[in-house]
Each structure stands twice: as C-alpha cells, then as structure tokens.
C-alpha cells in the first residue's frame, strides 16, 4: 500500500509543470557571464509551508522546535537552511512575513510533504506541532515559484523596478522581505552578496521571468568605451 | 510617488498599501436595533474633511497588517502612524469607559 502510493507520487512528480518552465531556454539564453554577468534560472517545485503563530505562545515554541526557531523581526530568516547560499537546496528557511506570519522554505520531495512514513515528514512534524491549537499550518508549495537572479549585476537588475533600498549596508546577506519588483508582489530574499531568491506567485512567474530578463539584456551588450 | 511609514516594515511606496476608509467608525452597540436609515449611514456614509483625516490602511504587498493613520487632505502631508485600535494622536485618548460606549474599536 505504502509502495504504492510512494509509486503514485513519483508518477505525479514526473507530470509536473513549474510556472516558468517554459522559460528554461530564454533564461539560460539570457544570462550573461563576466564582470558585469547576471543569470536568471528557476528552481521550481521547492516546498513552501504558511505558517501562522503568535509570538510568545505554546504553538510558537513548538513549531519553533521543529525548525530551529521562528523568525521575530521584519526582514529576518532563520532555520537550518537560513544560511544557504544558491544552488544549495539543504536545510529548512523561515521567512518573516508578517508579525504572526512566515513562510517555510525546503528541498522538494517526500521528506517535506509526506509520502514517506506519517508524521515523518516535515508538513507532518508541523501538524503534528500545531496539534490543533490557535495558528496555522498550509502547504502553500504550488503558490509561489522561485527564481534565482545572481552575479554582479543582479543587484542592478533589480533596482530597475524594486523601490528598496538594495545597497548591501541596508540589504544584508540573509535578509527577506516582501515588497514589489516590477509592480508584481513578491518575496526577496538575499541569500549571498551577489544572489537573490524571488519568490512569485505561480501566476506571476511568466510575466516577473520575462521582465527580469529584459533588465538582464544591456548586460550582454558590449560596453561603449 | 508617497511613501508611507509601515510599522513593521519602515517606509514604502504607496502602491504597497490599500487604503481601508475613515478609521474610528465604531461598530453600533445594538445593530439589531438601528432604523434602516441608521444602518445605512453607519455602513456608507463618511466624513468628507479637509484637512487632518484618521484613515485605515492595510500593508497588502508586505506584512499585510492593518493601522491608522493620520493625513492631511490638502497637502497628503502623513502626520501620525499609529496602531488599530489605538486613539487619535491628535486627540486626548478616550477613557475606558467612552470605548466601551463606542463599541468595538476601530
Ligand atoms: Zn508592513
């Protein structure tokens, strides 16, 4: 029975279509390499849990237990995976989303979601955290696609259409915020000097890919000396 | 483009916020009894000021928490940003038992 439903689950897994997975090619095309390179690529299907608590409460600790504490302040993330530079998918992130509101970040696959033993994974371990108590855990993995925009110019890229303030003296390594980039919503977060992670919603994905990659293009021109 | 003070966030573009109408409209204490006239003006109508106006707005692309806010209508000059719930900066607080007249906080 176990086998399977875990056999289901990989026939699903292997139907899946990410937001901006028909970008792949335009985004590699795009990227440029070099002092002033930046490249776009999306790192899809990542798991992504809401979960709401209020500080100071029961629920607070314990869902904090789970995943190595709750982010308390705006802009913070914390977690095993709070530290993970691009490319790396290890670890769990917590994202500050709200005074009482966060989002949980890891790799996908059935030790996130389930499919392997009740209560092992980690959506289980939260539930099972929660316990029925004032809060709120949700697998939210199909609502957002995440984007990764890194090199040199990435910063640049962003500053075109995100009002923060992005130089790196407000903007630190490790910080997460939600904002606008180009009018859409999203979370940013800035997981290494010259890397950013752009979490859109899944309707969003195709239109944020496309304008990303059209600030990316003056950076593959060679500069006018 | 203005930017408002979020109390969470720090300042942001407007396009950030919704705005959530005239602040301090207290629920009616007994809705069941209010002539439709009544519920009517309670539902749609406001005060229309010039000058120094206490509204709601809610921080929708970014932590998505509701407060108050104190504004002139002439210049959009933002006098005050304070907590729901919380009295008129620009006014002395009402004593407990005026809220509790009030009904529910606004
Ligand atoms: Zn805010």
Redesign the interface.
Request: with cysteine; hydrophobic share 20%; net charge negative.
């Given at each position: 029975m176990a086998q399977t439903a875990e056999r289901e689950n990989d026939v699903i897994r292997g139907l899946r279509r990410s937001p901006a997975g028909h970008l792949a090619d335009a985004f590699s095309q795009g990227s440029v390499s070099g002092e002033q390179g930046v490249t776009l690529r999306e790192v899809p299907f990542l798991t992504m849990i809401g979960v709401r608590a209020a500080p100071g409460s029961a629920v607070w600790d314990r869902l904090g237990a789970v995943m190595g504490g709750l982010p308390e302040r705006?802009g913070q993330v914390t977690g095993s995976g709070a530290g993970d530079g691009p490319g790396t998918e290890q670890g769990v992130s917590v994202l500050w989303?709200?005074?009482q509101?966060f989002l949980v970040i890891a790799a996908d696959g059935p030790n996130a979601l389930g499919g392997g033993a009740a209560g092992a994974s980690l959506l289980g371990g939260l539930l099972d955290a929660l316990a029925g108590d004032p809060g709120q855990v949700v697998d939210l993995s199909a609502n957002r696609t995440t984007f990764e925009l890194a090199g040199p110019s990435a910063r640049a890229v962003l500053e075109k259409s995100c009002?923060l303030d992005l130089h790196p003296r407000e903007f630190t390594v490790g910080t997460a915020?939600?904002?606008?980039i180009g009018?859409i919503?999203a979370v940013l977060w800035k997981v290494d000097e010259a890397a950013f992670r752009i979490f859109p919603r899944a309707s969003f994905a195709d239109f944020l890919g496309r304008w990303l990659l059209d600030g990316m293009r003056e950076y593959a021109a060679v500069e006018v000396p | 483009?203005l930017l408002f003070s979020c109390p969470?966030?720090?300042p942001?573009?407007e396009?950030?916020f919704h705005y959530g109408g005239q602040a301090h409209v207290p629920y009616p204490k007994d809705a069941d009894a209010l002539t439709d006239k009544e519920w009517s003006e309670f539902l749609f109508y406001r005060d229309n000021t010039r000058g120094d106006f206490a509204e709601r707005w809610v921080h929708?692309?970014?932590?998505?928490?509701w407060f108050n806010m104190l504004r002139d209508t002439v210049s959009y000059e933002i006098k005050a940003v304070y907590p729901m719930g919380g009295s008129r900066p620009d006014q002395p607080p009402a004593t407990a038992a005026q809220t509790q007249q009030k009904g529910q906080q606004s």
């Open positions: 705006y989303l709200g005074p509101e009002a915020v939600n904002t606008q009018l919503p | 483009m969470n966030c720090g942001r573009d396009t950030e929708s692309t970014g932590c998505r928490q």
